[in-house]
């Protein structure tokens, strides 16, 4: 039998539109009838030579009447018009031998209901049914004997020469490794297989055992090889291969579009975009009208061409080769991806197909690979190279400087690498690098804008004495230290920070956190820190400020010009208590690093002063091992007195700010 071929003739196998696809049947009905289509055959290792034959029965309560029988696929009508009522399709493929080293027997039914003035399709799988018996002989066999040595595999429960030789047992005689092909008599489930051979020096050598429970569509392995460790003896094994599922041990007969391998790989094996190439042959009884191939969500009009890496080669109207290189692969992700063949023909066949592929390149980063609090992505990559010695990710954020990472193979087999300065509301462009060869597809990643403070324009106000979110400020009813003030950067309002001279003097504050007033000694306490959740790690503060700093007039802590302070501290939950009465209590900006629970500190501080808006950042310091500490407290404080804990400053400094924000 001819294997792994498509053979023109089948493309005369029925062409009939189906009702169920919404085209009109062009065959004429009358009261009663309907109308049957068979389809070509799905398996390439039917040939010219072979038999195939196809009956239909009519079904009448229990029993079976045969109303048609074709001995060729040729003399089947394109259609069959037929009685209304059920039916049952019976095909069988080559002749039932009993033994045959080149014949093998395929049987397959399929029942089908015929149903007035509408059109059937009908598949019929046939199995195979004769069961494969493979004598292999090893080099050493052929080495050790005089030329005759032979296997005889009978349908016997014993070795019966004269027997076998008259034709009472059926046989084949295996001289050299190959298969044979048995359809096993009722009530017979044994074979027994005999070897024989002459040894220049040991003489005859007989071997033999039968194979019991023999079952069709199974294939057994009789393996021979001589033994050099033991003169004269015959070693001998018998195996049962009970997992065969060869893709030529079924042949489909369907009418839709079919799609295979050219021979040289199974299409259910998993494929390596790495392979050169492969060739899938698309088959319809009908012209075909659509042909894509679909990857990763990507579409691909086969029909129109100038697909990058596959070749099209169109044999006719009905008949296409299907070349896929691994070029075509540069424009995937790695991983395990079907490659998908949607197939459609003018009569309204449609077949899909989905082959899976193992592909190299980088695979998508999902948000669990990013940590960007660590500023960290973990990169993955399938890496089908054994022999590569250099596999690297590249990184940009803007596609002009790319960031490099060497890949290291992990447990579960994928590469692995670690990116850094990974930042929030970037768009990052990825790619994979084996051996210095860019190679799959370069990906792009968004990360997630970093999260802001609320209410960062002053645009929500509490009865108009502090501003909505997290903010607060030392306002009491002795003196009002910041107001609202329509004198905006941007929207509607922003905050205005005045220091006065109330019995004592006072800075203009306004902050994240709580104050409480202690009215008898006319200080106060600021608990600076609010509950405030990070998406990911900034790396500077801005603000935008217009302000006026007087020459200090109140306090001896400092003389000169007033300063303006802002400062912005990340902690690990922890709260920091300012009482006005203690000065070992104050937020020394020098000391800043070493609070309990602080992860990252900053702060400006200045003399100048800005009539028109200008933008301020304080850049954030972060302590060591900042990556593995967890944030859940901030601290945002701004005055434009600087000195104020030592209630020292200028009644004439103020401050107005807008529109805060971190940068990541």
């Given amino acids: 039998m001819t294997m792994k071929r498509i053979l023109a003739f089948l493309s005369a196998v029925l062409v009939l539109a189906s009702c169920s696809k919404d085209i009109e049947p062009v065959v004429e009905m009358a009261i009663n009838e309907g109308a049957m289509r068979f389809g070509i055959a799905m398996q390439s290792e039917i040939g010219a030579e072979d038999d195939v034959l196809v009956k239909i029965y009519k079904v009448e309560e229990e029993e079976q009447k045969l109303i048609r029988r074709y001995e060729a696929l040729s003399d089947v009508p394109k259609y069959l018009v037929l009685l209304s009522g059920d039916y049952v399709a019976k095909v069988q493929v080559g002749e039932r031998q009993i033994a045959s080293f080149d014949q093998r027997y395929f049987i397959g039914e399929q029942p089908f209901t015929v149903t007035d003035g509408e ?86 050598i007989v071997k033999e055992a039968a194979i019991a429970e023999i079952k069709p569509g199974y294939k057994y392995t009789v393996k021979l090889k001589y033994s050099k460790d033991a003169p004269g003896d015959l070693k001998i094994e018998a195996t049962v291969d009970v997992s065969v599922e060869e893709k030529d041990d079924t042949i489909i007969f369907s009418p839709d579009p079919t799609i295979m391998s050219d021979g040289t790989f199974e299409l259910t094996d998993v494929q390596l975009s790495t392979t050169e190439s492969r060739t899938y042959l698309v088959s319809s009884l009908a012209d075909i009208n659509v042909l894509n191939i679909e990857v990763a969500g990507d579409v691909f009009d086969l029909l129109q061409g100038n697909v990058s890496g596959v070749q099209v080669v169109k044999n006719d109207a009905t008949n296409y080769n299907v070349v896929v290189t691994s070029e075509f692969f540069n424009n995937v992700a790695g991983g395990s991806h079907d490659l998908t063949f949607h197939i459609e023909d003018v009569d309204g066949g449609k077949a899909n197909k989905s082959i899976v592929y193992n592909i190299q390149g980088i695979l998508p980063l999902n948000d669990d690979e ?145 104050f409480q007033l202690n009215i008898s000694s006319m200080s106060g306490v600021v608990t600076f820190g609010k509950s405030f959740s990070f998406n990911a790690s900034p790396k500077s503060f801005s603000f935008w400020m217009k302000n006026k700093q007087g020459t200090i007039d109140n306090g001896s802590q400092a003389s000169g010009t007033d300063i303006y302070t802002a400062m912005v501290l990340i902690t690990e939950g922890n709260r920091y208590a300012v009482d006005t009465t203690d000065e070992s209590s104050f937020l020394a900006f020098d000391r800043l690093s070493s609070l309990p629970g602080i992860i990252a500190y900053g702060y400006v501080s200045d003399t100048d002063s800005n009539a028109d808006w200008v933008q301020k950042t304080v850049t954030l310091n972060y302590v060591d091992g900042w990556e593995t500490k967890t944030p859940k407290m901030v601290v945002v404080s701004f005055t434009p007195s600087g000195y104020g804990d030592y209630f020292c400053g200028s ?14």
């Fill in 370 to 514: 990013c940590n960007l609090w660590a500023r960290k992505a973990t990169f993955k990559a399938n890496v089908l190279n054994s022999a590569a010695t250099s596999i690297v990710v590249m990184y940009s954020a803007d596609g002009t400087t790319w960031n490099e990472a060497v890949a290291t193979q992990g447990a579960d087999g994928f590469y692995v690498a670690e990116g850094t300065d990974f930042s929030a509301g970037k768009n990052y462009t990825y790619r994979l690098k084996v051996d210095g060869v860019e190679r799959g597809k370069a990906l792009t990643y968004t990360t997630k804008d970093g999260v802001q403070l609320p209410n960062p324009g002053f645009e929500e106000w509490n009865d108009d004495k502090t501003p909505g979110g997290l903010w607060n400020s030392g306002n009491n009813s002795f003196v009002t230290l910041m107001t609202r003030s329509t004198d905006a950067h941007s929207g509607s309002y922003a905050a205005f920070l005045d220091s006065q001279y109330k019995m004592k003097f006072a800075a203009g504050n306004l902050f994240t956190g709580d």
């Fill in 651 to 664: 009644t004439d400094s103020e401050m107005y700010v807008d529109d805060v924000q971190f940068n990541y």
């Fill in 119 to 204: 059109v059937v399709d009908v598949e019929v799988v046939c199995n195979l049914l004769s069961t494969t018996v493979r004598v292999e002989y090893d080099a050493t066999v052929a080495a050790a004997f005089n030329e005759g040595y032979f296997t005889a595999v009978a349908v016997a429960e014993n070795y019966d020469a004269q027997a076998i030789a008259v034709g009472d047992v059926f046989a084949l005689n295996y001289e050299t490794t190959k298969d044979g092909y048995f359809v096993m008599p009722e009530g017979q489930t044994t074979l027994f297989w005999h070897f024989e051979g002459t040894h220049p020096v040991e003489g005859d």
